[in-house]
């Protein structure tokens, strides 16, 4: 077991710019959750999906963001268009998917620092 | 939605027993409880899990009441390493089957020599 893995770690980017973030749940989990976690507060859910169907996103999520799970894998997360209100640490997790457990596993995590 | 309340901070000493109660008076019947725990810089880290009574592992205790309006999680004589930010959660089942964790802003834990 490798654990939730999530690429890069650090970004800084420049306002503006798009960037794009990686995350590769354990392998045999099938549903694939992303967060945003600012400073002192507790994660954010942003979307979920079921292998590779997008079932939920938060209003949180602007249309600068998509987030996308090809073959029911890897997720990448994009926003677009960046702004400094988008600096914060940006949380991966997989789940087996019981339906009322659902325990899930989180990665280490991106943070994004929009100057 | 599910929404938990949990005091904000808490100290201790090591070696101490820590007891953190969450209050989730609008739990659902198919609600499970879980407690999770995270360090700056990481991802939080699942502690354990609960429906009912009492469950216990090698790490945690969680004591749920009858009513299940509430939980306890109980951390054995804590040491410096347990100092960290815990988070009590209800599952919102989504319709789709999946969950829409909501996280408070959990309770910070500072354990002092």
């Known amino acids: 077991d490798t654990g939730v893995s999530q690429d890069p770690r650090h970004k800084i980017t420049k306002r503006g710019q798009n960037v794009t973030f990686r995350c590769d749940p354990i392998?045999?989990?099938?549903?694939l959750y992303w967060y945003r976690q600012t400073l002192g507060q507790g994660p954010e859910f942003l979307t979920y999906?079921?292998?590779?169907?997008?079932?939920?996103k938060s209003r949180l999520l602007s249309d600068r963001f998509s987030a996308e799970r090809p073959k029911g894998s890897f997720s990448t997360l994009e926003i677009q268009r960046t702004e400094q209100g988008d600096s914060a640490m940006y949380l991966c997790?997989?789940?087996?998917?019981?339906?009322?457990?659902?325990?899930?596993?989180f990665g280490p995590g991106t943070r994004l620092t929009v100057l | 939605l599910a929404k938990t309340t949990q005091p904000i901070s808490m100290d201790s000493y090591e070696g101490q027993e820590v007891n953190i109660t969450c209050s989730h008076n609008?739990?659902?019947?198919?609600?499970?409880i879980t407690w999770y725990q995270q360090f700056p810089s990481q991802g939080p880290r699942f502690i354990i899990q609960g429906y009912k009574t009492k469950v216990t592992n090698e790490v945690a205790s969680l004591f749920i009441p009858a009513d299940r309006k509430s939980s306890t999680l109980s951390l054995p004589r804590v040491s410096l390493s347990d100092t960290a930010v815990y988070y009590c959660l209800v599952g919102d089942s989504l319709n789709t089957g999946g969950f829409k964790t909501i996280f408070g802003a959990g309770t910070r834990l500072f354990v002092k020599a």
């Open positions: 609008n739990i659902a019947t198919n609600d499970y």
């Open positions: 997790a997989s789940s087996l998917g019981d339906r009322n457990t659902d325990t899930q596993y």
């Open positions: 999906f079921q292998n590779e169907a997008q079932l939920e």
């Open positions: 392998s045999e989990h099938n549903r």
